[in-house]
């Protein structure tokens, strides 16, 4: 499965942004998938994610101001990213993580080449 992001841009503080994810192929879709971050200096961590089981998990610094969402129909996946803060900046990964749910910090699945996302204050 190929991946590939985009939707993301410099914003500041407050404003808004949603991120998308399109898949190559329908087998995109019987995965468990999520969005990963990584900031300068910082190790990887999952932000969002949809177990194959339907269940969401949120990173708790984000869980009120981020809705993550799939579309099997377009095999592609969401991050609407609302109250961003400079704290959210960051280089973010869609990826799949097979059956089950996605790792906190690793994805045992494919991965796309990420959308810089910069929030100024």
């Known amino acids: 499965v190929q991946l590939v992001e985009s939707g993301g841009g410099l914003v500041q503080a407050g404003e808004s942004l949603r991120l998308s994810c399109t898949a190559s192929?329908?087998?995109?879709?019987?995965?468990?998938v999520g969005w990963y971050r990584q900031a300068p200096g910082k190790g990887r961590e999952l932000v969002a994610s949809?177990?194959?089981?339907?269940?969401?998990y949120y990173e708790p610094s984000v869980e009120d101001r981020f809705t993550i969402s799939r579309d099997k129909g377009q095999n592609s996946l969401y991050l609407q990213m609302s109250n961003l803060k400079p704290e959210d900046t960051a280089m973010y990964y869609c990826?799949?993580?097979?059956?089950?749910?996605?790792?906190?910090?690793?994805?045992?699945?494919?991965w796309g080449q990420g959308t810089q996302v910069t929030v100024s204050s």
């Open positions: 949809i177990s194959t089981g339907g269940n969401i």
């Open positions: 192929g329908s087998a995109f879709n019987f995965n468990a």
């Open positions: 990826a799949t993580c097979g059956t089950g749910y996605c790792g906190r910090t690793h994805a045992s699945g494919s």
